[in-house]
């Protein structure tokens, strides 16, 4: 919608209705009270419009969720609030409100029509549940300001959307043994020769441009008054490969992060740093990142939720295979095991 004031088709058509009936009265009868009456109604429309005009950029809109995490198959209620600066005026709004999943792509439309008071107002409350993991947006499609007589309106823009993600969850109680979870994954004996054990240890540097904002020593920054960055050392331990290949059915890439979820936990639990391929639909390529702790997977996850889940243009499997013909891989699956360990 073009920004600027717009007429308001029902309200204009009830203004122009009325006057041209109390027209015809005061044509008929040559009432003074008719006369009055259709003066008021010419100053009202006009006082009308500058007041909208006036107060145009007073009254925006917040989408406030309950918590960045919410969990999946649960309802939780989310509102709008709307700030109205002006203290003494309160305008009709209309909403259109659009709830997606970004991971799935599924959304739903919701419109309301409030009256924008005074001060601030919490005037939308809603439930919304989602089935599917992903990143879950409630945006402000549509803010429209009216007049009081609802005559004209005006579209705001200075709306702040909110955001929440719904993440997998891992079914079991316990984290499980990445051997009992990934099938073919090498024993205990054959493990140790793969440089299993690892610790994190981190060197210290001055920061350089291109480095990401969580390697960064805040603290020790902080003392010493400029940005060190923390750079971890392998320890000469083996990372582990896991390829994730989306499918087109969304039912199924729901399932396939509840099992990623399953095998990110079990390696880093058996200090394992996992080595994660996907496709990205944003970026339109393949790509790869390196895990070590809780919070990275956490991270990692956050950023495929945030992106559509569709099948590649090209297999992740496939790519790496002919990338990297001599490591081994485990390739996240759904059913009773959560992956498979590919020897090369």
């Known amino acids: 919608m073009k920004q600027g004031f717009h007429m308001s088709k029902w309200g ?10 109390n027209a015809f009265f005061w044509w008929r009868f040559r009432g003074y009270l008719n006369l009055l009456f259709g003066v008021a109604m010419i100053a009202a429309g006009v006082i009308s419009f500058l007041l909208l005009r006036a107060n145009r950029e007073c009254l925006t809109g917040k989408v406030m969720l309950p918590a960045e995490k919410v969990g999946r198959h649960s309802t939780f209620v989310f509102y709008v609030k709307i700030y109205n600066q002006n203290r003494w005026l309160s305008f009709p709004v209309r909403l259109r409100l659009k709830v997606e999943n970004v991971f799935v792509g599924s959304c739903v439309y919701k419109e309301e029509h409030v009256r ?3 001060g601030e107002k919490r005037v939308v409350d809603s439930g919304m549940a989602t089935l599917y993991c992903g990143l879950l947006e409630v945006k402000i499609e549509q803010f429209l300001i009216f007049d009081p007589l609802h005559l004209f309106y005006v579209e705001s823009q200075k709306n702040v959307n909110g955001h929440a993600v719904a993440g997998p969850v891992s079914e079991e109680k316990e984290t499980e043994k990445i051997c009992e979870l990934v099938e073919d994954f090498p024993q205990e004996d054959k493990r140790s020769r793969m440089g299993a054990d690892y610790t994190a240890d981190y060197e210290i540097r001055e920061y350089e441009e291109g480095d990401e904002l ?5 603290k020790l920054s902080a003392k010493q008054d400029e940005l ?35 095998i990110g936990e079990s390696l880093i639990n058996e200090n394992y740093p996992m080595q994660l391929y996907w496709w990205n639909s944003v970026e339109k390529q ?18 495929i939720l945030s992106m559509r889940s569709t099948g590649p243009k090209l297999s992740v499997r496939q790519y790496f295979e002919t990338e990297y013909p001599q490591e081994a891989y485990i390739l996240v699956m759904i059913g009773t095991v959560r992956g498979t360990y590919v020897a090369r």
């Not at 969580?214 to 805040?218: D, G, S, T, V």
Request: with cysteine.
């Open 12 to 21: 204009m058509a009830g203004y122009i209705a009325v006057f041209f009936l």
């Open 116 to 118: 924008a008071c005074p």
């Open 214 to 218: 969580r390697n960064i020593h805040w």
């Open 228 to 262: 060190i960055t923390k750079e971890r050392l392998s320890s000469g331990s083996r990372k582990i490969n896991v390829i994730l290949d989306f499918q087109e059915d969304k039912v199924v890439n729901d399932k396939l992060m509840d099992s990623l979820q399953c």
């Open 286 to 303: 393949i790509k790869s990142r390196l895990v070590f702790e809780t919070g990275e997977l956490e991270q990692m996850i956050y950023e």
